[in-house]
T-cell receptor
């Protein structure tokens, strides 16, 4: 049983498209993180959320604590957004990770 | 500020050997967490250290251990290596303070360990 489920697993988009990646979790959490991993392995933390919505540039993250669901949106997608996006939840003192969404943005 | 650094970046070991990986956090960060990433299991949490004390631990066997020094640098050790230990090992530092939920994680580039 996975504590964190992401969808879709793979996503291909045309440059400029609006993209949504979903994350559902089954445990009580104190925070949810969205991570970005480029080929080669480097991971960057995009957002840390415990409620509401956050925005950084073209990226928007929302969380609904009651529904145990979070979404990551990318507006005006660009080929440099191609990466794996990973949802992670902090519950108690444990981190649980989704399996990631592999995004490819085609020029 | 310099980012999180990990050494070595690549390592090849033989089954049964042991290995030590090193992580230097961002200056001022006292929390260091370690993660294992494999194609089959994805990212998994190993443990977290804060002020030289292991604060949290994931579900890994006792062959996996770690420590943190007074300057917040951390090492993790894997003894009696198995083929399944081949993975990317990532560390991350955080500016979280004692008693609060762990904050935003700043990841290092990782050490890719291959066990043959």
């Amino acid at each position: 049983k996975n504590e964190v489920e992401q969808s879709p697993q793979n996503l291909t988009a045309q440059e400029g498209e609006f993209i949504t990646i979903n994350c559902s979790y089954s445990v009580g959490i104190s925070a949810l993180h969205w991570l970005q991993q480029h080929p080669g392995g480097g991971i960057v933390s995009l957002f840390m959320l415990s409620s509401g919505k956050k925005k950084h540039g073209r990226l928007i993250a929302t969380i609904n604590i009651q529904e145990k669901h979070s979404s990551l949106h990318i507006t005006a997608s660009h080929p440099r957004d191609s990466a794996v996006y990973i949802c992670a939840v902090l519950t108690g003192n444990q981190f649980y990770f989704g399996t990631g969404t592999s995004l490819t943005v085609i020029p | 500020k310099a980012g999180v650094t990990q050494t070595p970046r690549y390592l090849i070991k033989t089954r049964g050997q042991q290995v030590t990986l090193s992580c230097s956090p961002i200056s001022g960060h006292r929390s260091v967490s370690w993660y294992q990433q494999t194609p089959g299991q994805g990212l998994q949490f190993l443990f977290e250290y804060f002020s030289e004390t292991q604060r949290n631990k994931g579900n890994f066997p006792g062959r996996f251990s770690g420590r943190q020094f007074s300057n917040s640098r951390s090492e993790m050790n894997v003894s009696t290596l198995e083929l399944g230990d081949s993975a990317l090992y990532l560390c991350a530092s955080s500016s979280t303070t004692s008693g609060s939920a762990r904050g935003e994680q700043y990841f290092g580039p990782g050490t890719r360990l291959t066990v043959t």
